[in-house]
């Protein structure tokens, strides 16, 4: 039995297939979640399948606090949300701090919350009432630097890097706001692992979003990890590609194929680029216990480089149906997404989303509910295989098939900028339910699938 990421190509008549499996071989009498521990660190089970929901407090409610956010609980949880990512809730650096309110990624203090968010009882009672819903909770974790006036900025000097000159300096020029520690200071290392444990401890969090991951040693995030995790099994985010980030974390970022999706609506490339990045995924060594978070936004693209509508305009659900059902693939929406928020939010001030109606909700919650109960997609073993289909004269057609035994998940998009119709492809015939419509679909010889600029069919059976 192979294992998931090797890519064979078969030719017919009727339909070209590309199957993306790995190329390591099962040995005799071994289990598959005996190859998930055997190709990185095991995702904790309840992570295979758990769409993320990244929660920006200042902006989500007009209040701009841990209680008012709860009061959202219910509605994410219906969502079929599963891991809300928390961006930071400590207080905020007024030393060299960026606009009137200042960054979130500039601590001043780690184990407090800030006074405008609420306190810590709040976000503990947060936790507790996301978890009697059935979702996780991380918080993301700033280790790389901190505020100016951070206290260890007085009390331990020797913690941060200095330039040539002795001075205390940011970790790039344009990080005024923020002080770059020095992970070659074994006390420091203790500190901050200590720092982590208070939120364990205190809050019950069930993981962390480790802020620019690479930026900070992996020796720091394993022997960290190795011990935080005798405290409770975590779920680990590193904002960060690349394999060897795997070492350590469960999920990293898929920039790649983000910025893909980008030049796509662009018209600087074509959908086949994205079979060219799976395939460098296969080359660079990624397992398929090797979770990558696939977005159309976060706090970052939405506030620098625009939303959804400016970047992907009317692809944006087209691509992210595209990238929800990837091999590997963690699927995660911003603050507003579901909302159809149309405009970039402040970074450094209070801006809060306007929650009138939410257009993209059941989009959303459609998508998920298929991602954490279909046996075909989850991210992690045991999973799926992948199946490349023919995409006939349309190089932004893209079409693919997961499948686990009789059970299967079809998903067609078109990213031109005309009506396409899909080859006729004698391995999808059969009987299909449409995601979001529910009803049922039966393709046969002579079945014709049209579809319009930015449309998309999800099937399955």
């Not at 009137?100 to 968010?117: C, K, M, N």
């Amino acid at each position: 039995m192979l294992s998931k990421f090797c890519i064979v190509r078969y030719l017919s008549l009727a339909f070209l297939l590309v199957v993306v499996s790995s190329c390591t071989n099962q040995k005799a009498g071994q289990s598959n979640n005996e190859i998930c521990k055997n190709q990185g660190i095991e995702v904790p089970k309840w992570a295979r399948k758990a769409p993320i929901y990244q929660v920006n407090i200042r902006q989500f409610t007009p209040e701009g606090t841990i209680n008012a956010f709860s009061k959202h609980l219910p509605r994410l949880a219906e969502m079929n949300v599963k891991i809300l990512w928390i961006m930071p809730v400590q207080p905020i650096g007024k030393l060299n701090r960026k606009g009137p309110l200042g960054s979130y990624y500039s601590i001043a203090d780690y184990r407090s919350v800030h006074q405008d968010y609420g306190t810590l009882d709040d976000f503990r009672n947060m936790v507790i009432e996301a978890h009697r819903l059935g979702m996780r909770v991380i918080l993301d974790w700033v280790a790389n630097h901190t505020a100016w006036d951070h206290p260890w900025i007085e009390t331990h000097p020797e913690w941060y890097k200095k330039d040539e000159n002795g001075r205390m300096m940011p970790p790039i020029p344009d990080w005024s706001d923020v002080a770059q520690l020095d992970y070659s200071n074994a006390e420091l290392r203790e500190a901050m692992k200590n720092e982590m444990k208070f939120w364990i401890f205190e809050t019950d969090i069930d993981g962390f979003r480790c802020d620019v991951a690479e930026m900070v040693p992996g020796g720091f995030w394993s022997s960290t990890f190795r011990e935080l995790n005798q405290i409770k099994p975590l779920y680990l985010l590193a904002e960060a590609e690349g394999v060897e980030m795997h070492e350590n974390f469960h999920t990293t970022y898929g920039w790649h194929l983000h910025h893909i999706m980008n030049k796509i609506a662009k018209g600087d490339t074509t959908a086949e680029a994205i079979d060219h990045y799976l395939d460098l995924q296969s080359k660079e060594g990624y397992r398929s216990n090797m979770q990558r978070m696939y977005f159309t936004s976060n706090h970052d693209e939405n506030s620098w480089n625009g939303t959804e509508f400016e970047r992907l305009g009317p692809l944006h659900q087209a691509m992210f149906v595209t990238m929800a059902f990837l091999p590997n693939a963690v699927p995660m929406i911003y603050t507003g997404q579901e909302s159809a928020l149309n405009r970039r939010l402040k970074f450094f001030d209070r801006d809060p989303v306007d929650w009138e109606d939410f257009p993209l909700m059941d989009f959303y919650k459609k998508i998920f509910e298929l991602y954490t109960t279909h046996p075909a997609v989850t991210a992690a073993c045991p999973t799926g295989d992948f199946l490349r289909l023919d995409n006939g004269p349309y190089p932004n057609l893209y079409v693919y098939m997961r499948a686990k035994d009789d059970k299967k998940v079809l998903v067609i998009a078109n990213m031109e900028k005309e009506t396409v119709t899909l080859p006729e492809l004698e391995l999808i015939f059969g009987e299909w339910t449409d995601l979001f419509t529910g009803k049922k679909k039966t393709i046969k010889a002579g079945t014709e699938i049209a579809l319009g600029p930015g449309e998309y069919l999800v099937l399955y059976i």
